[in-house]
């Protein structure tokens, strides 16, 4: 839940830098760098161990790498040809796809209890960010796009806790999957030509390092943290605090009203979150993680 507010917050910080110019994909591209050159420095001098991480975790590792981007990539495509309501709905359609994963790969149901909290927050995150007014506008890049940041969405949780059952420290899942993410970044957009000049603007350059640290690795960690005592479901359910999160920062800093149907959105949302603990007994085994 931490980690949806940090994610929450970063949605409000980062429009800042839109407004002057730089794009999502720019600032997707840039956030995986800020995050990972400080992550990287202090496992150098503190933590060498946690520098590298057991071959058979490797390829469980580089998905979880390329899931980051293509869930960042996916998500803003989204948003650029669809309400922003619907895109983050169909984003988080993902806690739900878990759950219907699981069912079919287990064969067997992962409770009446799971089912109602993903299904109430999912309806949650609907009303909060309003996604029933742009329904009638559908895009059929944007739809596609969308469900394709609730498939990343969740091969991105999913990746990140069998990495966990592997015994990979988070920090070192996350080291990989940021050098991971930064090498599919510069192929898909060549670094050189990020636009550079423009961090010379003191409030885009803060913007974008509040992004990296703030908005990606301080929630990524928390995240793939969680994943090692929750399943990857009960995770992406309590990430559904993100636009609630979002919309009430939006309000707080930035003016937007917020309407009964949020408002019942966001109850929604905190009573499925609560509800989903009480499905906690078929959690995987907690890993222990050695400070």
Known sequence: MLAAFCWGLSAVIAKGAFDRGITPEQMAQARVIVAGVPLLAYLAISRRD??????????????????????????YVAIDRLDVGVAISLQYTAPVL?????????????????WLAGLLTLAGAVLVSGAYAGLA????????????????????????????????????????????????????????????????????GLRVVAVGLVGTLLPFLLAVSAVRVISAALAGIAAT???????????????????????????????????????????????????
């Not at 944007?142 to 920090?171: C, D, K, M, N, Q």
């Open 50 to 75: 946690l520098l590298r991480a057991p071959r058979s975790a490797l390829p469980m590792i580089g998905l979880f790498g390329v899931a980051m981007v293509v869930v960042n990539w996916s998500y």
């Open 98 to 114: 878990i759950l219907v994963l699981a069912a079919i790969v287990a064969r067997r149901s992962p409770g009446n209890v799971a």
């Open 137 to 204: 506008t559908l895009d059929g890049i944007g739809l596609s796009a969308g469900i394709g940041a609730a498939l990343s969405f969740a091969a991105y949780l999913l990746t990140a806790e069998a990495a966990g059952r592997r015994s990979v420290h988070p920090a070192t899942v996350l080291l990989i999957g940021f050098a991971v993410a930064t090498v599919v970044w510069g192929l898909l957009q060549p670094w050189w030509q990020w636009p550079f000049g423009r961090l010379t603007d003191a409030e885009i």
């Open 241 to 291: 605090f993100e636009p609630v999160f979002a919309a009430a920062l939006a309000w707080i800093l930035l003016g937007q009203q917020l309407g009964a149907l949020q408002l019942l959105g966001g109850a929604l949302v905190v009573g499925g979150v609560v509800i989903a603990q009480l499905s906690r007994t078929s959690r995987p085994t907690p890993v222990e993680i050695t400070p």
